[in-house]
């Protein structure tokens, strides 16, 4: 194995490994910040946010910053 393909693949296990200790700590933050349901107002269309939802924007947002901040890390 080319010792980039082992980088790339060290770097995707790394990934996975902070997205499962992600995920146990947002339930974790939610108890402890007593998240409640949202009323929020997007456009004039009132929607309601439970905490499920803030927790998968939470996950998501992570995605995105880690998609656009991996290719400059490894440059």
Request: aromatic residues 14%; hydrophobic residues 55%.
């Amino acid at each position: 194995m080319k010792s980039t393909h082992l980088i790339i693949f060290s770097v995707l296990i790394l990934d996975i490994i902070s997205f499962g200790i992600m995920i146990p700590a947002f339930e974790v933050m939610q108890t402890f910040y007593h998240l409640t349901a949202w009323n929020v107002s997007i456009f004039g269309t009132s929607l309601l946010l439970q905490p499920g939802t803030l927790i998968a924007l939470g996950i998501s947002l992570y995605a995105l910053c880690s998609f656009f901040s991996a290719p400059l890390l490894g440059r």
